[in-house]
């Protein structure tokens, strides 16, 4: 006999043999009619066969009703669930000419620039939603001062903000402010499975810019040579030997014409290797809303003279207000916004545009190896002046107090 749990990711349903197990086991009539009013769900045998053996079984005429009574309520449950959710309809498969062409009206060109207006680098990326959200191969580091983003049909984005980064896969969420933007859609669930039939989507213009590829089982990336480690891979098989390889950050579509990753500059025993889209989905959600965005500025027309970078340490002295961005569930309670107030006279504000700084609270881990960070950033330099991060045990709210503790000391006085 089994115990069901009401939190079971999958519901094995009881049988008449279940509740014959209960009345052996010594349990009164009530606690077994209880227990079966609990089950999520059930598979009785009602005939009048079957519950004659059950009256022979010592099953008394009080659990035999609760047994009905449970399955008239499955029943009603199961009829519900079909006519409430109809199946949804399997997208129909698109033609070459169809997925070609709505691979590269998403196609980007991401120039990045340094501070003295000298381009270092062209990245390649595509629209991922309608409003602007961009995702791109290359994760923007230290060096990069400036972005500007070319689009398939000849626009010209200036003013490009870095939404997320992942080091680890060598990837960016980039956002410019727009709309109606041709996305790509992103696939809504599932994984890519050795054999499907996938499409690489390579250039702007041409006829012979759609690569189709059949995928491989995933391999893990420290197996696959500059990929790093933690996460996976997938070999694709190009169809046809005259065709190129396949370009980096550029879209890759199941038969339906949704994304289902992306192309990456490795190769795994002569094949080209794509990062799906499982791998990326996290930092594919639009979290710029009242998150920590980078504002990059625009391109300079002229070179520019590299400035000095600014103290941390005088950042923070002639800071007087603060804006405090919670990615966490406890972030910071009364007594943490206190000691900001009382020990810096700092003003806690509402508008990230009108704060001197942003204090970041995030989390990471479960359990034990939860994690809690704090960072605070200069709001107009965009410069890190203050970072720590503390384990957080369970049953204990939060590790912000103690992080706010550890910046505050940190902070030299005024003179």
């Known amino acids: 006999m089994f115990l069901l749990s009401l939190g079971q990711a999958q519901c094995v349903p009881w049988t008449n043999q279940d509740v014959v197990d209960l009345i052996r086991s010594g349990l009164s009539s009530g606690v077994v009619s209880a227990r079966l009013r609990a089950v999520p769900c059930v598979h009785f045998d009602l005939s009048v066969a079957a519950l004659k053996g059950l009256r022979k079984q010592g099953v008394p005429p009080s659990v035999?009703?609760?047994?009905?009574?449970?399955?008239?309520?499955?029943?009603?449950?199961?009829?519900?669930?079909?006519?409430?959710?109809?199946?949804?309809?399997?997208?129909?498969?698109?033609?070459?000419?169809?997925?070609?062409?709505?691979?590269?009206?998403?196609?980007?060109?991401?120039?990045?620039?340094?501070?003295?207006?000298?381009?270092?680098?062209?990245?390649?990326?595509?629209?991922?939603?309608?409003?602007?959200?961009?995702?791109?191969?290359?994760?923007?580091?230290?060096?990069?001062?400036?972005?500007?983003?070319?689009?398939?049909?000849?626009?010209?984005?200036?003013?490009?903000?870095?939404?997320?980064?992942?080091?680890?896969?060598?990837?960016?969420?980039?956002?410019?402010?727009?709309?109606?933007?041709?996305?790509?859609?992103?696939?809504?669930?599932?994984?890519?499975?050795a054999g499907m039939p996938v499409a690489l989507i390579e250039?702007?213009?041409?006829?012979?810019?759609?690569?189709?590829?059949?995928?491989?089982?995933?391999?893990?990336?420290?197996?696959?040579?500059?990929?790093?480690?933690?996460?996976?891979?997938?070999?694709?098989?190009?169809?046809?030997?005259?065709?190129?390889?396949?370009?980096?950050?550029?879209?890759?579509?199941?038969?339906?014409?949704?994304l289902i990753a992306i192309v990456s500059p490795y190769v795994w025993k002569g094949e080209p290797v794509v990062v799906p889209v499982e791998e990326i989905r996290g930092i594919l959600r639009d979290r710029l809303g009242r998150m920590l965005a980078r504002a990059w500025p625009a391109v300079p027309a002229a070179p520019i003279a590299p400035s000095a970078s600014p103290d941390p340490m005088k950042l923070l002295q002639q800071a007087r207000s603060v804006y405090v961005l919670d990615r966490t569930r406890s972030g910071l309670d009364a007594r943490a916004e206190n000691e900001l107030n009382k020990k810096r006279r700092w003003q806690i504000v509402d508008d990230a545009d009108q704060a001197d700084l942003w204090l970041v609270v995030e989390a990471s881990g479960k359990g034990w190896e939860r994690t809690e960070t704090l960072e605070v950033y200069d709001r107009q330099s965009h410069t890190l002046v203050w970072s720590g991060g503390d384990h957080v045990a369970p049953m204990r709210r939060s590790a912000v107090r103690r992080l706010i503790d550890r910046f505050l000391k940190a902070i030299p006085p005024a003179r």
Do not use: C
């Open 64 to 193: 035999l009703i609760t047994m009905i009574e449970s399955q008239q309520r499955q029943d009603k449950a199961d009829e519900a669930a079909r006519t409430a959710a109809p199946a949804e309809p399997v997208p129909a498969v698109w033609s070459p000419a169809e997925l070609d062409r709505a691979g590269r009206r998403a196609l980007l060109s991401i120039e990045a620039w340094d501070e003295t207006g000298k381009q270092i680098s062209v990245r390649n990326g595509f629209w991922v939603t309608p409003e602007g959200l961009i995702l791109s191969f290359g994760a923007v580091d230290a060096s990069v001062h400036s972005l500007r983003v070319r689009s398939a049909e000849g626009d010209v984005f200036d003013q490009v903000a870095v939404v997320d980064v992942d080091p680890r896969r060598n990837l960016s969420v980039l956002r410019v402010k727009t709309s109606e933007m041709p996305a790509l859609t992103v696939v809504p669930q599932g994984e890519i499975t």
């Open 203 to 258: 250039g702007v213009k041409g006829e012979a810019e759609l690569l189709n590829g059949i995928a491989e089982a995933q391999v893990d990336a420290s197996q696959v040579t500059g990929a790093g480690a933690g996460y996976h891979l997938i070999p694709v098989t190009i169809e046809g030997t005259q065709n190129p390889a396949p370009v980096p950050g550029r879209p890759v579509l199941n038969q339906q014409g949704q």
